[in-house]
Protein backbone atom coordinates (compact mmCIF):
# COMPACT_ATOMS: atom_id res chain seq x y z
CA UNK A 1 0.00 0.00 0.00
CA UNK A 2 3.02 2.35 0.99
CA UNK A 3 4.50 1.76 -2.20
CA UNK A 4 1.12 2.28 -4.63
CA UNK A 5 1.21 5.43 -2.69
CA UNK A 6 4.70 6.91 -3.50
CA UNK A 7 4.05 6.06 -6.83
CA UNK A 8 0.83 7.79 -7.17
CA UNK A 9 2.40 11.01 -5.34
CA UNK A 10 5.77 10.79 -7.78
CA UNK A 11 3.31 9.96 -10.66
CA UNK A 12 1.38 13.64 -10.13
CA UNK A 13 4.53 15.75 -9.19
CA UNK A 14 5.95 14.73 -12.98
CA UNK A 15 2.57 15.67 -14.17
CA UNK A 16 2.90 19.39 -12.54
CA UNK A 17 5.97 19.52 -13.65
CA UNK A 18 5.67 18.90 -17.14
CA UNK A 19 2.07 21.32 -17.28
CA UNK A 20 3.97 24.38 -15.73
CA UNK A 21 6.61 23.89 -18.73
CA UNK A 22 4.08 23.82 -21.19
CA UNK A 23 2.06 26.94 -19.66
CA UNK A 24 5.37 29.06 -19.70
CA UNK A 25 6.19 27.87 -23.25
CA UNK A 26 2.61 28.65 -24.31
CA UNK A 27 3.14 31.69 -22.72
CA UNK A 28 5.87 33.15 -24.44
CA UNK A 29 3.76 32.48 -27.73
CA UNK A 30 1.32 35.24 -27.00
CA UNK A 31 0.50 38.90 -26.48
CA UNK A 32 0.52 38.77 -22.36
CA UNK A 33 -2.29 41.33 -21.10
CA UNK A 34 -1.42 43.78 -18.55
CA UNK A 35 -3.74 45.44 -16.42
CA UNK A 36 -1.58 48.74 -16.98
CA UNK A 37 -2.59 48.70 -20.82
CA UNK A 38 -4.57 51.31 -22.34
CA UNK A 39 -3.29 53.82 -20.13
CA UNK A 40 -2.01 55.96 -23.39
CA UNK A 41 -5.76 56.59 -24.04
CA UNK A 42 -6.76 57.65 -20.32
CA UNK A 43 -7.45 61.59 -19.46
CA UNK A 44 -4.00 61.64 -18.12
CA UNK A 45 -0.76 60.20 -17.01
CA UNK A 46 -1.07 57.90 -14.10
CA UNK A 47 1.29 57.68 -11.21
CA UNK A 48 2.62 54.29 -12.06
CA UNK A 49 5.85 55.13 -9.84
CA UNK A 50 4.38 54.91 -6.76
CA UNK A 51 3.32 51.41 -7.56
CA UNK A 52 6.32 49.67 -8.86
CA UNK A 53 8.04 51.32 -5.52
CA UNK A 54 5.50 49.12 -3.69
CA UNK A 55 4.95 52.47 -1.21
CA UNK A 56 2.05 51.64 1.38
CA UNK A 57 -0.67 53.76 2.50
CA UNK A 58 0.02 57.32 3.49
CA UNK A 59 -1.09 59.01 6.46
CA UNK A 60 -3.30 61.72 6.70
CA UNK A 61 -0.58 64.50 6.94
CA UNK A 62 2.09 64.96 4.49
CA UNK A 63 5.57 66.32 4.96
CA UNK A 64 5.95 69.95 3.26
CA UNK A 65 8.89 69.24 0.93
CA UNK A 66 9.77 66.04 -1.28
CA UNK A 67 7.27 64.28 -3.17
CA UNK A 68 4.61 62.35 -1.33
CA UNK A 69 2.28 59.08 -2.45
CA UNK A 70 -0.93 60.19 -3.33
CA UNK A 71 -3.89 57.84 -2.73
CA UNK A 72 -6.47 57.23 -5.53
CA UNK A 73 -9.31 58.88 -3.01
CA UNK A 74 -7.38 62.21 -1.17
CA UNK A 75 -8.24 62.17 2.42
CA UNK A 76 -7.52 64.42 5.24
CA UNK A 77 -5.50 67.42 5.38
CA UNK A 78 -1.72 68.70 4.68
CA UNK A 79 0.67 70.35 7.24
CA UNK A 80 2.74 73.33 6.03
CA UNK A 81 5.60 74.76 8.28
CA UNK A 82 4.99 77.95 7.05
CA UNK A 83 7.85 80.64 6.23
CA UNK A 84 8.80 83.68 4.09
CA UNK A 85 7.57 83.45 0.21
CA UNK A 86 7.25 86.21 -2.34
CA UNK A 87 3.15 87.25 -2.68
CA UNK A 88 1.74 88.29 -5.91
CA UNK A 89 3.13 89.35 -9.69
CA UNK A 90 6.01 91.24 -10.65
CA UNK A 91 5.28 93.54 -14.00
CA UNK A 92 7.14 90.83 -15.64
CA UNK A 93 4.97 88.07 -14.24
CA UNK A 94 1.64 90.46 -15.40
CA UNK A 95 2.98 90.29 -18.79
CA UNK A 96 3.58 86.87 -19.38
CA UNK A 97 -0.21 86.52 -17.50
CA UNK A 98 -1.61 88.68 -20.05
CA UNK A 99 0.59 86.61 -23.41
CA UNK A 100 -1.38 83.88 -22.01
CA UNK A 101 -5.11 85.07 -21.89
CA UNK A 102 -4.56 86.58 -25.26
CA UNK A 103 -4.39 82.98 -26.75
CA UNK A 104 -7.69 82.94 -25.69
CA UNK A 105 -10.78 83.44 -28.13
CA UNK A 106 -11.50 87.12 -26.08
CA UNK A 107 -7.90 87.38 -25.57
CA UNK A 108 -8.81 90.87 -26.68
CA UNK A 109 -9.84 91.83 -23.74
CA UNK A 110 -6.96 90.33 -21.72
CA UNK A 111 -5.29 94.66 -22.01
CA UNK A 112 -6.32 97.19 -20.06
CA UNK A 113 -8.79 99.31 -22.98
CA UNK A 114 -7.60 102.57 -21.33
CA UNK A 115 -4.22 102.24 -20.83
CA UNK A 116 -2.97 100.05 -23.73
CA UNK A 117 0.05 97.36 -23.47
CA UNK A 118 -1.09 97.04 -19.66
CA UNK A 119 -2.50 94.19 -18.11
CA UNK A 120 -6.23 94.24 -17.60
CA UNK A 121 -7.75 95.07 -14.26
CA UNK A 122 -8.31 91.36 -12.83
CA UNK A 123 -4.17 90.44 -14.08
CA UNK A 124 -3.09 93.98 -12.45
CA UNK A 125 -5.14 93.08 -8.72
CA UNK A 126 -1.76 90.52 -8.77
CA UNK A 127 0.39 93.33 -8.07
CA UNK A 128 3.05 93.82 -6.11
CA UNK A 129 5.04 91.42 -4.77
CA UNK A 130 5.84 91.60 -1.28
CA UNK A 131 7.19 89.26 1.17
CA UNK A 132 5.44 87.16 3.32
CA UNK A 133 6.26 85.52 6.27
CA UNK A 134 3.59 82.61 7.49
CA UNK A 135 3.32 80.56 10.64
CA UNK A 136 2.70 76.33 10.28
CA UNK A 137 -0.98 75.67 9.75
CA UNK A 138 -2.41 72.66 7.53
CA UNK A 139 -5.14 72.92 4.95
CA UNK A 140 -7.43 70.28 3.51
CA UNK A 141 -6.07 68.19 0.67
CA UNK A 142 -9.05 68.16 -1.55
CA UNK A 143 -11.88 70.71 -1.81
CA UNK A 144 -15.10 70.06 0.50
CA UNK A 145 -17.11 67.61 -1.31
CA UNK A 146 -21.15 67.46 -1.33
CA UNK A 147 -21.12 64.43 0.77
CA UNK A 148 -19.24 66.48 3.36
CA UNK A 149 -20.99 69.64 3.35
CA UNK A 150 -24.47 67.19 3.80
CA UNK A 151 -23.18 66.28 7.14
CA UNK A 152 -22.50 69.47 8.27
CA UNK A 153 -26.17 70.58 6.87
CA UNK A 154 -27.56 67.34 8.51
CA UNK A 155 -25.71 68.54 12.05
CA UNK A 156 -27.65 71.67 11.94
CA UNK A 157 -23.96 73.55 11.05
CA UNK A 158 -24.74 74.82 7.53
CA UNK A 159 -26.98 76.14 5.13
CA UNK A 160 -27.85 73.55 2.38
CA UNK A 161 -26.32 74.43 -0.59
CA UNK A 162 -28.25 76.60 -3.51
CA UNK A 163 -28.72 73.77 -6.14
CA UNK A 164 -31.56 71.26 -6.45
CA UNK A 165 -31.60 68.53 -4.81
CA UNK A 166 -30.54 65.81 -6.97
CA UNK A 167 -29.33 68.08 -9.88
CA UNK A 168 -26.56 65.64 -11.49
CA UNK A 169 -24.36 68.97 -12.16
CA UNK A 170 -24.07 69.58 -9.23
CA UNK A 171 -25.14 67.47 -6.57
CA UNK A 172 -23.36 64.28 -6.52
CA UNK A 173 -21.29 63.00 -3.58
CA UNK A 174 -17.59 63.43 -4.60
CA UNK A 175 -18.26 66.52 -6.57
CA UNK A 176 -16.61 70.13 -4.65
CA UNK A 177 -19.95 71.78 -3.22
CA UNK A 178 -20.81 75.02 -4.89
CA UNK A 179 -23.47 77.29 -4.46
CA UNK A 180 -22.35 78.34 -1.55
CA UNK A 181 -21.62 81.84 -0.03
CA UNK A 182 -19.01 82.96 1.82
CA UNK A 183 -20.79 82.78 5.03
CA UNK A 184 -21.22 79.11 4.27
CA UNK A 185 -18.15 78.48 3.71
CA UNK A 186 -16.87 80.05 7.30
CA UNK A 187 -19.90 78.02 9.07
CA UNK A 188 -18.60 74.37 7.45
CA UNK A 189 -14.93 75.00 8.61
CA UNK A 190 -15.77 75.90 12.02
CA UNK A 191 -18.34 73.15 12.05
CA UNK A 192 -15.18 71.26 11.02
CA UNK A 193 -12.58 72.58 13.62
CA UNK A 194 -11.25 75.01 11.06
CA UNK A 195 -11.49 78.45 9.30
CA UNK A 196 -10.70 79.60 5.41
CA UNK A 197 -7.53 80.00 4.60
CA UNK A 198 -6.31 83.62 4.37
CA UNK A 199 -5.47 84.30 0.79
CA UNK A 200 -1.56 84.44 1.78
CA UNK A 201 -1.93 80.68 3.43
CA UNK A 202 -3.54 80.00 -0.16
CA UNK A 203 -1.14 81.16 -2.54
CA UNK A 204 1.58 79.76 -0.24
CA UNK A 205 -0.37 76.46 -0.43
CA UNK A 206 -0.19 76.58 -3.78
CA UNK A 207 2.45 77.86 -5.29
CA UNK A 208 5.43 77.00 -2.50
CA UNK A 209 8.46 78.74 -1.02
CA UNK A 210 9.88 78.61 -5.29
CA UNK A 211 6.85 80.85 -6.03
CA UNK A 212 5.23 77.92 -9.26
CA UNK A 213 3.27 79.68 -11.77
CA UNK A 214 0.75 76.88 -11.57
CA UNK A 215 0.64 74.48 -8.96
CA UNK A 216 2.29 71.53 -10.60
CA UNK A 217 5.24 73.50 -11.51
CA UNK A 218 5.77 76.44 -14.48
CA UNK A 219 4.56 74.82 -17.81
CA UNK A 220 1.16 75.28 -18.76
CA UNK A 221 -0.12 71.92 -19.48
CA UNK A 222 -3.88 72.34 -19.54
CA UNK A 223 -4.35 68.53 -19.52
CA UNK A 224 -3.60 68.91 -15.53
CA UNK A 225 -6.70 70.42 -14.78
CA UNK A 226 -10.41 71.23 -14.90
CA UNK A 227 -11.00 74.28 -16.77
CA UNK A 228 -12.80 76.46 -18.77
CA UNK A 229 -12.39 78.90 -21.87
CA UNK A 230 -12.39 82.45 -21.57
CA UNK A 231 -14.78 82.46 -24.43
CA UNK A 232 -17.91 83.20 -25.01
CA UNK A 233 -19.49 79.50 -24.48
CA UNK A 234 -16.55 79.18 -21.35
CA UNK A 235 -16.73 75.15 -21.29
CA UNK A 236 -14.09 73.37 -22.84
CA UNK A 237 -14.10 69.51 -22.65
CA UNK A 238 -10.68 69.13 -23.38
CA UNK A 239 -9.37 68.00 -20.25
CA UNK A 240 -12.04 65.12 -19.88
CA UNK A 241 -14.82 67.32 -17.95
CA UNK A 242 -17.37 69.94 -19.37
CA UNK A 243 -18.63 70.38 -16.12
CA UNK A 244 -17.65 69.28 -12.63
CA UNK A 245 -14.94 66.67 -11.80
CA UNK A 246 -14.74 64.50 -8.61
CA UNK A 247 -12.09 66.08 -6.22
CA UNK A 248 -8.91 64.17 -6.58
CA UNK A 249 -9.38 63.86 -10.84
CA UNK A 250 -6.13 65.12 -11.68
CA UNK A 251 -3.16 63.51 -9.70
CA UNK A 252 -0.46 64.57 -11.52
CA UNK A 253 -1.88 68.42 -11.14
CA UNK A 254 -1.34 68.27 -7.54
CA UNK A 255 1.39 69.93 -5.44
CA UNK A 256 4.19 69.01 -4.74
CA UNK A 257 2.91 68.58 -1.01
CA UNK A 258 -0.04 66.44 -2.35
CA UNK A 259 -2.57 69.00 -2.41
CA UNK A 260 -5.73 68.52 -5.25
CA UNK A 261 -7.19 71.07 -7.68
CA UNK A 262 -5.49 73.54 -6.58
CA UNK A 263 -6.16 74.96 -10.16
CA UNK A 264 -9.35 74.25 -11.67
CA UNK A 265 -12.30 72.49 -10.71
CA UNK A 266 -13.99 74.73 -8.69
CA UNK A 267 -12.26 78.30 -7.34
CA UNK A 268 -12.27 78.82 -3.53
CA UNK A 269 -13.37 81.43 -1.26
CA UNK A 270 -10.41 82.18 1.13
CA UNK A 271 -11.17 84.88 4.22
CA UNK A 272 -9.96 88.06 2.98
CA UNK A 273 -11.76 90.95 1.49
CA UNK A 274 -10.81 91.76 -1.91
CA UNK A 275 -9.61 95.67 -2.24
CA UNK A 276 -7.32 97.47 -4.46
CA UNK A 277 -5.82 100.46 -4.38
CA UNK A 278 -6.56 104.27 -7.04
CA UNK A 279 -3.70 102.16 -9.32
CA UNK A 280 -5.23 99.03 -9.70
CA UNK A 281 -2.54 96.77 -7.72
CA UNK A 282 -4.21 94.67 -4.58
CA UNK A 283 -1.01 94.51 -2.24
CA UNK A 284 1.33 97.09 -0.88
CA UNK A 285 5.26 96.48 -1.55
CA UNK A 286 5.36 96.25 2.46
CA UNK A 287 6.53 93.39 3.91
CA UNK A 288 3.97 91.11 6.59
CA UNK A 289 3.92 88.79 8.83
CA UNK A 290 0.92 86.25 8.51
CA UNK A 291 -1.86 88.53 6.65
CA UNK A 292 -5.41 88.62 7.15
CA UNK A 293 -6.67 91.02 4.17
CA UNK A 294 -7.77 94.59 3.90
CA UNK A 295 -10.54 95.59 6.61
CA UNK A 296 -12.57 96.92 3.82
CA UNK A 297 -13.78 95.70 0.66
CA UNK A 298 -16.18 97.36 -1.92
CA UNK A 299 -16.11 94.29 -3.85
CA UNK A 300 -16.25 91.07 -1.95
CA UNK A 301 -14.49 88.32 -0.98
CA UNK A 302 -11.02 87.01 -2.79
CA UNK A 303 -11.57 84.10 -4.69
CA UNK A 304 -8.72 81.91 -5.59
CA UNK A 305 -7.22 78.80 -8.10
CA UNK A 306 -10.08 79.25 -11.41
CA UNK A 307 -12.78 76.98 -12.00
CA UNK A 308 -13.99 74.67 -14.49
CA UNK A 309 -15.41 77.89 -16.58
CA UNK A 310 -12.22 80.09 -16.61
CA UNK A 311 -9.45 80.15 -18.72
CA UNK A 312 -6.33 78.66 -18.07
CA UNK A 313 -4.28 82.27 -16.92
CA UNK A 314 -7.08 82.51 -14.71
CA UNK A 315 -5.33 79.08 -13.13
CA UNK A 316 -2.00 80.30 -12.18
CA UNK A 317 -1.40 80.48 -8.58
CA UNK A 318 -1.46 84.59 -8.28
CA UNK A 319 -4.24 84.73 -10.03
CA UNK A 320 -7.07 86.39 -8.07
CA UNK A 321 -10.68 87.53 -8.34
CA UNK A 322 -13.94 88.29 -6.09
CA UNK A 323 -17.63 87.72 -5.35
CA UNK A 324 -20.37 88.47 -3.82
CA UNK A 325 -22.93 85.86 -3.78
CA UNK A 326 -22.84 82.47 -4.08
CA UNK A 327 -22.21 80.42 -7.55
CA UNK A 328 -21.71 77.78 -9.64
CA UNK A 329 -17.89 78.06 -10.06
CA UNK A 330 -17.05 78.65 -6.37
CA UNK A 331 -16.31 76.06 -3.44
CA UNK A 332 -13.37 75.99 -1.12
CA UNK A 333 -11.51 74.07 1.68
CA UNK A 334 -10.37 74.51 5.08
CA UNK A 335 -7.67 75.82 6.50
CA UNK A 336 -6.48 74.54 10.24
CA UNK A 337 -4.04 76.85 12.99
CA UNK A 338 -1.49 75.07 14.48
CA UNK A 339 -1.79 77.86 17.29
CA UNK A 340 -4.64 80.26 17.69
CA UNK A 341 -4.82 83.45 15.45
CA UNK A 342 -7.28 85.12 12.98
CA UNK A 343 -10.00 86.08 15.34
CA UNK A 344 -11.91 88.30 13.16
CA UNK A 345 -14.83 86.02 12.36
Excluded at 117 to 124: E, K, M
Excluded at 139 to 165: H, L, M, N, Q, W
Aim: glycine residues 12%.
Amino acid sequence: MREAKNSFVATASIVAVVTLAALAVAGCEREVSSPLGGLTQSRYPARIASFELGLGRVGNYAPASGIVALRPVAEGRVRLPGGHFMMGSTTRDMRAATEMCMREALGSECEDNTSPSSPAPIIRAEGHTHEVTLSPYEIDRTEVTVRAYKRCVSAGGCAPAAFSVGDARYDMPDFPITHVRWEDAVAYCAWASGRLPTEAEWEFAASGPAGRVLPWGNVENSRLANHGAFAVDPTDGSDGFVGLAPVGSFPDGATSTGLYDMAGNVAEWVFDLYARDADGFGYSRAAEVDPAGPAFGGEGHVVRGGSYRDGMFMLRTAARSASVIATREIGFRCAYSVTAKYSRY
